[in-house]
């Protein structure tokens, strides 16, 4: 009977089709945008992953989210060095300058001020230059995107040239000349990133009584994390997160204070109802067209429940085939786009969440048909 | 049709013993709606079928032809009356042995075919067999053997839509005989079909069909084909007016 039922449903291509169309079509965007929005989250904490040494990030209590930096006491350091369980701790500025163009215009750069000593926080894939020339004067390394797009030269045609080592640019006035080039991850505020040592950025920064950013840690081998975070702020007043856990405390920020989660689950939201409305409507009409059919099996002796295993799976068979093309063609999306600026991840738990949701709209649409069927009179088949 | 229920005014044929008898009905009513919408169809009809016989229900459109033989094949219950199929009442079995009885004992012919559109003739005829539990591989090879006999043993593989009006009632008729069923109940299974071939349909049917325990019930107002019948029964307004043995003997 499940031969029959498969033979049933792809006899009629133009409607099989419809059917596998409408669940692919949800498939996809119940994918394809919670994949979005999971890679514009993944890039608010983009910068803390990229910073893989430190175990614990301190900072100022009242900071928020990686990019709401509030400045702390130079001498703060000192007093974290002394915490017992840390094995090092380094400065790391982060801060918005201004840097002005060959050509005159203005870009704003996320500047990031690395330990003169160590320059731990450092990129970690250089594409030119070295991290150590950092110790020259003036240097500076800039991320590969911003280099290529947002502080390239233009020349008159509108010809593109990417910022090179040993071009030059204005910080707040000072000259900066780019000793590296570095591939980072992408940030959510998609500006181009600028590392240099911590006292050159704080000289390129404007004159401010307090200008730490953040405090790296690294923990003692077999020191307890949670346990150093809570001596870090019970010793120094100041906020200390493992890394895991200032990710959490950014993305949560996003989730809490942005519109973002909203739109994205409304387009969600939107391409499951249209995807489940579609389907389940074709799937119905499918049913409604094979009436006649289940009612010749149902007067030749099929039982109910025969019917009922016939029309599951039938819901099964487009379910899995409209999953796997719509999950096949998200993950195409990403794949095609990967080198370009959309924000794309596509963790396992997504398939779960999109296979769920099919799961549902497959459900759905064999209920309403399976009760049709159930109360169909098989005396119908003898109605001319 | 009236809106009340009558007394039968008429009995089949004279009964022979009572384990001769395919069918036996006995005040067999049936109505559709509720209260004083209701449409009686078959007001206390009376018939006894023989084993063996090719017994025809003729009369006019509304009669009740189709209700009673959905009554005779299980697939609607009657409101009153009794109706005993092989010995069997079908009324008074529980849902799942009366289809099960059906699947088993009952072939059909519909007067649209009704084959799967998506199945092959072979396939097609198959079915009852697959309903019963026959692996696929061994129905289909079984159906194969009946298509043959019933003349369309090179189009097995052919999709419905790719046969003739005629050819598609042939695959039918296989598929109401593969499964060896004691009674077949046809609904007019001429009446899409010009009149040579609806003679070759039922010459086929009554070659194929009948055999000393196998009985057919056709439903049918297509007087051409009135004298491949035993005995006929000519209904009118939900009760059977006329058993006889010869169409000649119609009263119309």
């Keep these: 009977m499940y031969y029959t039922a498969l033979k049933m449903l792809t006899g009629d291509r133009s409607k099989y089709i419809g059917i596998v169309m409408g669940l692919t079509f949800a498939s996809f965007i119940m994918t394809q945008q919670p994949a979005i929005f999971v890679g514009i989250m993944a890039r608010t904490f983009s910068f803390i992953t990229d910073l893989s040494q430190p175990d614990i990030w301190v900072m100022d209590p ?115 000349t780019v000793v590296g080039i570095a591939r980072t991850s992408r940030t959510f505020q998609s500006q181009p990133v600028i590392y240099t040592t911590y006292s050159r950025a704080t000289s390129f920064a404007p004159r401010e009584r307090k200008l730490l950013s953040f405090i790296l840690v690294k923990a003692k081998e077999g020191a307890d994390r949670q346990e150093l975070t809570k001596r870090i702020t019970k010793i120094t007043g100041l906020t200390a997160y493992t890394s895991d856990e200032f990710k959490s405390v950014t993305i949560g920020y996003y989730l809490k204070y942005t519109g973002i989660p909203i739109n994205f689950g409304m387009s969600v939201l939107l391409g499951f109802i249209i995807g489940a409305a579609t389907a389940g409507q074709t799937f119905y009409n499918f049913t409604l067209d094979n009436l006649r059919q289940f009612g010749v099996l149902k007067a030749m002796g099929t039982t109910n429940g025969q019917l009922l295993k016939m029309i599951l799976l039938q819901a099964l068979m487009v379910g899995s085939v409209g999953y796997g093309l719509g999950v096949g063609a998200a993950s195409l999306f990403g794949y095609l786009l990967r080198d370009s600026v959309l924000a794309f991840k596509f963790p396992w738990q997504l398939l779960v969440l999109s296979g769920t949701g099919v799961t549902v709209i497959c459900i759905f649409s064999a209920l309403i048909s399976i009760r049709k069927v159930m109360k169909l009179e098989p005396a119908i088949v003898f109605k001319g | 049709m009236s809106n009340q229920t009558e007394p039968a005014v008429n009995v089949g ?35 006894e079928v023989n084993k063996g016989e090719l017994f025809m229900l003729v009369g006019p459109s509304g009669c009740g032809k189709t209700t009673l033989i959905s009554v005779i094949a299980g697939i609607l219950d009657q409101d009153a ?132 325990q196998r009985t057919l019930v056709i439903v049918t107002h297509d007087a051409r084909i009135f004298s491949f019948a035993d005995r006929i029964a000519r209904m009118d307004d939900g009760r059977i007016e006329q058993v006889v043995n010869s169409p000649a003997q119609l009263e119309h």
């Design chain 1, 62 to 176: 009242k900071v928020q989210f990686i990019d709401d930096t509030k400045p702390i006491q130079d001498t703060e350091l000192y007093r974290v060095r002394g915490v017992e369980g840390v094995e090092w701790a380094v400065p790391l500025y982060k801060g918005l300058l201004k840097a002005r163009l060959e050509n005159g215009n203005f870009q704003t750069c996320n500047v990031i001020g690395l330990d003169d000593a160590t320059l731990i926080g450092g990129p970690a894939v250089m594409i030119a230059g070295k991290l150590e020339d950092l110790r020259r004067s003036d240097s500076v390394i800039v991320d590969l995107d911003g280099a290529a797009s947002k502080l390239a030269k233009r020349l008159p045609g509108g010809k593109v040239i990417p910022l090179k080592v040993g071009d030059t640019l204005e910080l707040n006035d000072k000259r900066a």
């Design chain 2, 13 to 47: 044929n004279a009964a022979t013993n009572a384990a001769e008898l395919a069918v036996k009905c006995s005040g067999v009513a049936k109505g559709y709606g509720v209260d004083d919408s209701k449409i009686m169809a078959l007001r206390g009809v009376d018939l």
């Design chain 2, 81 to 212: 009356g009794s109706c005993r199929v092989y010995e069997h009442d079908l009324l008074h079995m529980a849902g799942h042995e009366k289809v099960r009885y059906r699947a088993r004992n009952i072939g059909f012919v519909f007067q649209a075919y009704n084959l799967l559109p998506a199945l092959t003739a072979a396939e097609n005829a198959a079915m009852p067999l697959i309903i019963n539990g026959v692996k696929r591989k061994e129905a289909v090879k079984r159906a194969s053997e009946i298509l043959a006999e019933v003349g369309i043993g090179d189009r097995t593989n052919a999709l419905p839509a790719q046969l003739s009006g005629g050819q598609q009632q042939r695959v039918a008729i296989a598929r109401a005989l593969v499964h060896n069923p004691r009674l077949i109940v046809c609904d007019e299974p001429t009446s899409a079909l010009d009149h040579e071939t609806g003679a070759r349909v039922m010459e086929l049917l009554k070659r194929v069909a009948l055999d000393h």
